[in-house]
């Protein structure tokens, strides 16, 4: 009985402390803002952009990038602001490789409308001459101002390669370094002409089914199938054949790989 009562009595304190703390706690209530990246999956991160595939008459590129807020809602609109990251290796030029992100032009495009919580803003790249013979790097993140700070969400920053020459996919993996051969400019030449395929991001994600790993197992995703992927690999072999045939006898010589040697598909060393 005295035990009960004991246990009665513990209850009873307990739930007095909680009461207690409960009335301590101030309500939720801020007029910060945030602002992040609202991106589909973590791979977008990550993105690879090059003018060849957009002819000869392309000047400019447009990578459109989602944001989302965190806080309340306002009845106005509010500025989005992106800052490049510089980084150690070759770094896009504002108002030479993309248009800068202060520039009067794109004032209207980089806001949270009034009333809204999302808002999908365009990164608008140039096409200089410059990247004919170079990639160049931009990295941005969500930088401060008035209405935002960077939200406290991850990822925090997107990277953008830029080329006017073929350059490698960002989804092109190990899985494909496997079974196609490891990444050369010579062999992704070789494979658009002999296919009819762009051997971009979204031909290889879309028809093929492969992904920038988001982990050390995973490079696939539900488009993938591996027996019509092992068919293609065979078909591929013998337009190669075919093609080589062709070139040699109109004096070209097979297609060759950028280190000289020549061009396989589906044969690794």
């Known amino acids: 009985m005295e035990d009960r009562i004991f246990k009665y009595i513990v209850g009873i304190v307990f ?11 101030d309500n939720y209530d801020t007029e910060t803002c945030w602002l992040r990246f ?33 806080g309340s809602m306002k009845d106005y ?7 490049q990251v510089m980084t150690d290796t070759t ?3 504002a108002g030479k490789h993309y248009i800068a992100f202060d520039d009067l032009a794109l004032a209207n495009a980089y806001v949270i409308p009034a009333n809204q919580i999302k808002a999908r803003v365009p990164v608008i790249f140039k096409r200089d001459v410059s990247l004919k013979n170079m990639d160049v790097l931009l990295e941005f993140v969500i930088g401060s101002n008035d209405d935002f700070q960077p939200g406290f969400v991850k990822p925090d920053r997107i990277q953008v390669w830029l080329t006017d020459r073929l350059a490698r996919p960002s989804n092109w993996n190990m899985y494909l370094d496997y079974y196609i051969g490891s990444y050369d400019r010579g062999l992704h030449e070789c494979l658009i002409h002999i296919t009819g395929e762009k051997w971009d991001y979204d031909y290889l994600y879309d028809v093929l089914g492969f992904i920038i790993p988001e982990d050390s197992w995973t490079y696939t995703n539900d488009n ?12 591929w072999q013998q337009l190669l054949e075919e093609d080589n045939a062709r070139r040699i006898v109109e004096g070209k ?3 060759m790989r950028e280190d000289g ?9």
């Open 15 to 25: 739930l007095c402390s909680l009461l207690s703390c409960e009335e301590k706690l």
């Open 38 to 70: 609202n991106l589909s999956q973590l791979a977008d991160t990550l993105q690879s952009r090059s003018f060849v595939y957009l002819g000869d008459d392309a000047e400019t590129d447009t990578v459109w990038i989602d944001v989302k807020t965190i």
């Open 77 to 83: 609109d509010r500025k989005i602001t992106f800052t």
């Open 91 to 93: 770094n896009a030029e």
């Open 224 to 235: 993938y199938e591996d027996a019509y992927f092992q068919y293609l690999i065979g078909v």
């Open 253 to 255: 010589g097979p297609w």
């Open 261 to 269: 040697k020549e061009v396989r598909i589906g044969e690794t060393e």
